[in-house]
């Protein structure tokens, strides 16, 4: 991808508007059909696959995409915003692979890489099995060693999104019977390799949202697999997957930014032709602050999930904390935005066949789901409290990686993030969380910038703010107990609050410009307005906060110059 090029998220735009049209694969009645038939959106997935999208899953080196993390979030977060279903449906594959990208050899990661590049195989990512919640150690599926070489699958995973329909599906197998942390392993399975009878389909689940994903699962009865199947060394399971859910659980953000595109667009129509009390909706002002409000939340989400992406290229050893801020904290904002802009719209929100073919509660249902994907924001707000003593002590100093910040704002190396190194990742992270703790120097950057006049003079003094709650969390941190098996409940609201300076953060961030762009410090104040609406009761925003961000709010957001960083 080039400065003058459109990368992959550009196209998909454009194939997808023009398949919205009436009888088009995305258009809102097809939508609403399959919807109601719970049927596997196949033409959809095969439109994607056309635009090449699965490029995106495949790391650059081995011929993917070139914009890394970030073009992953950008396309599927396009797809999203027309359907959350296909997305879901299609962006699996990503999840199915990425750890064969971190521990597979290079011959593996060479044949995925063409499998999913060249020939759009679906891969699944089986974790779950029935009773064991999100309990990794707990799983019963057990690979057990043939005399002659290979090893043989028995047992069940479920529920596994496209569990059926996958071709090749990556599986933590119990290796030692006594289990533990280095009782588990990865395999990656060829289900058109495996003999019949030894492995079979579980009926696609009936579900509350994403109706027509393939949500089922799969039975293995003694399935023999070869040693090439093994993914990593014996043992190195749960830690691969650890590894790579920092990275999935950052890409499932792109699922929440696109249903929330979707939510405010189809509000803001609804309210432009909806006629009370002799006027239309948009003009009255309680009307217009909430859609100005849920566009400032959406921006706060976009700002969290950017930065997260990037971080997996800038700040891959801080991923632990990163991608736990971002899974928690970008679907709670947009569900809480989604849940405002149903109350707005009233009775159409809540219809089938109301406003737009009912597509606002199609995606009010479908959008519930991302909260639990690969972690539920519980399990995830318990993995940050565990790291609450380095955070609190971290931001005490103001530690913070520099270097990485500055790559991270696209302000170093020409513009271009680092390449995402894998082996870089660590299921803890010993320098805390940069981009918060960084908030001091941000805060002195801006009020230089802002004497200067190259930022608006608020935008320093809602950053300073944001600062005075980040210390107020780490305070809140450090007088917690130290954590143990059982969290405490109060550090799950603590967490809920760091989520909050997090995305904040990463607004102040991201208003550090490499170029002068007045339209992005508008967008990224309401952001911070936002953010302190949320953190602080009482705290109001100016009643022309989110004045400007009304327009845009009809059309989809463009593509901004600072998501638009290659990887070198």
């Known amino acids: 991808m080039t400065?003058?090029?459109?990368?992959?998220?550009?196209?998909?735009?454009?194939?997808?508007d023009a398949a919205a049209g009436a009888g088009g694969p995305f258009s809102p009645a097809r939508s609403a059909r399959l919807d109601a038939l719970e049927e596997f959106p196949a033409e959809e997935c095969a439109l994607l696959d056309a635009c090449g999208i699965a490029r995106a899953y495949v790391p650059a080196e081995l011929g993917g995409a070139p914009g890394g993390l970030p073009e992953l979030v950008a396309s599927l977060r396009t797809v999203a915003r027309r359907d959350l279903t296909v997305a879901v449906a299609h962006g699996k594959t990503f999840l199915g692979?990425?750890?064969?990208?971190?521990?597979?050899d290079q011959e593996q990661r060479a044949t995925l890489a063409r499998q999913v590049r060249d020939e759009g195989t679906v891969v699944?990512?089986?974790?779950?099995?029935?009773?064991?919640?999100?309990?990794?150690?707990?799983?019963?599926?057990?690979?057990?060693?043939?005399?002659?070489?290979?090893?043989?699958?028995?047992?069940?995973?479920?529920?596994?999104?496209?569990?059926?329909?996958?071709?090749?599906?990556?599986?933590?197998?119990?290796?030692s019977p006594e289990g533990g942390p280095r009782g588990f392993s990865l395999f990656l399975v060829d289900k058109d390799r495996l003999p019949a009878g030894s492995w079979q389909p579980l009926p696609k689940e009936p579900t509350h949202g994403i109706r027509g994903?393939?949500?089922?699962?799969?039975?293995?009865?003694?399935?023999?697999?070869?040693?090439?199947?093994?993914?990593?060394?014996?043992?190195?399971?749960?830690?691969?997957?650890?590894?790579?859910?920092?990275?999935?659980?950052t890409v499932c953000a792109s699922l929440s930014l696109g249903a929330g595109d979707h939510a405010l667009r189809l509000a803001y129509a609804f309210a432009r032709q909806r006629r009370l009390y002799g006027a239309t909706l948009i003009t009255l002002p309680l009307a217009r602050r909430v859609l100005g409000r849920a566009a400032a939340s959406l921006e706060l989400a976009r700002a969290a999930s950017l930065v997260g992406a990037r971080a997996a290229h800038c700040l891959p050893g801080e991923m632990s904390v990163v991608s736990a801020l971002v899974k928690a904290g970008v679907p709670h904002v947009?569900?809480?935005?989604?849940?405002?802009?149903?109350?707005?719209?009233?009775?159409?929100?809540?219809?089938?066949?109301?406003?737009?073919?009912?597509?606002?509660?199609?995606?009010?249902?479908?959008?519930?789901?991302?909260?639990?994907?690969?972690?539920?924001?519980?399990?995830?707000?318990?993995?940050?409290?565990?790291?609450?003593?380095?955070?609190?002590?971290?931001?005490?100093?103001?530690?913070?990686?520099?270097?990485?910040?500055?790559?991270?704002?696209?302000?170093?190396?020409?513009?271009?993030?680092?390449?995402?190194?894998p082996a870089a990742l660590r299921l803890t992270s010993r320098r805390g969380c940069s981009v918060v703790q960084g908030l001091p120097a941000a805060v002195?950057?801006?009020?230089?910038?802002?004497?200067?006049?190259?930022?608006?003079?608020?935008?320093?003094?809602?950053?300073?703010?944001?600062?005075?709650?980040?210390?107020?969390?780490?305070?809140?941190?450090?007088?917690?107990?130290?954590?143990?098996?059982?969290?405490?409940?109060?550090?799950?609201?603590?967490?809920?609050?760091?989520?909050?300076?997090?995305?904040?953060?990463?607004?102040?961030?991201?208003?550090?410009?490499?170029?002068?762009d007045a339209a992005r410090a508008v967008w990224l104040m309401a952001a911070l307005e936002r953010a302190l609406e949320l953190l602080r009761p009482g705290h109001e925003a100016p009643d022309d906060a989110y004045e400007p961000l009304l327009v845009p709010a009809a059309a989809p957001p463009p593509a901004r110059r600072d998501e638009e960083v290659p990887v070198r």
């Not at 690979?143 to 071709?167: E, H, I, Q």
């Open 97 to 104: 692979a990425v750890c064969t990208w971190i521990a597979g």
């Open 444 to 516: 002195d950057r801006l009020a230089r910038l802002a004497r200067d006049g190259l930022v608006p003079s608020r935008a320093h003094l809602l950053a300073r703010a944001v600062h005075e709650e980040a210390t107020a969390v780490a305070e809140a941190m450090a007088a917690l107990p130290p954590a143990s098996r059982a969290t405490p409940a109060a550090a799950f609201d603590v967490a809920r609050r760091y989520e909050l300076c997090f995305a904040a953060a990463s607004a102040v961030q991201l208003l550090i410009p490499p170029a002068r």
């Open 3 to 16: 400065r003058g090029s459109p990368g992959l998220a550009q196209v998909l735009d454009a194939a997808l």
């Open 334 to 421: 947009v569900q809480q935005t989604i849940d405002e802009l149903a109350e707005l719209m009233g009775a159409r929100g809540f219809l089938v066949n109301g406003h737009a073919d009912g597509m606002f509660q199609k995606l009010e249902r479908d959008h519930r789901v991302v909260a639990v994907f690969d972690g539920s924001t519980a399990v995830n707000r318990a993995a940050l409290a565990a790291q609450f003593p380095t955070l609190a002590r971290l931001q005490r100093t103001g530690a913070h990686d520099v270097p990485a910040l500055a790559a991270l704002r696209g302000t170093r190396g020409a513009g271009r993030l680092p390449a995402l190194d």
């Open 213 to 249: 994903a393939d949500i089922s699962g799969i039975r293995f009865e003694g399935a023999p697999v070869p040693n090439a199947a093994l993914i990593g060394r014996v043992g190195d399971g749960v830690e691969t997957v650890l590894r790579a859910l920092q990275l999935t659980r």
């Open 124 to 175: 699944s990512w089986g974790l779950t099995e029935p009773g064991r919640g999100s309990d990794l150690l707990a799983g019963q599926l057990a690979a057990r060693p043939m005399p002659g070489g290979g090893w043989r699958l028995s047992g069940v995973k479920w529920p596994v999104n496209n569990a059926t329909r996958g071709r090749l599906i990556c599986v933590l197998a119990r290796t």
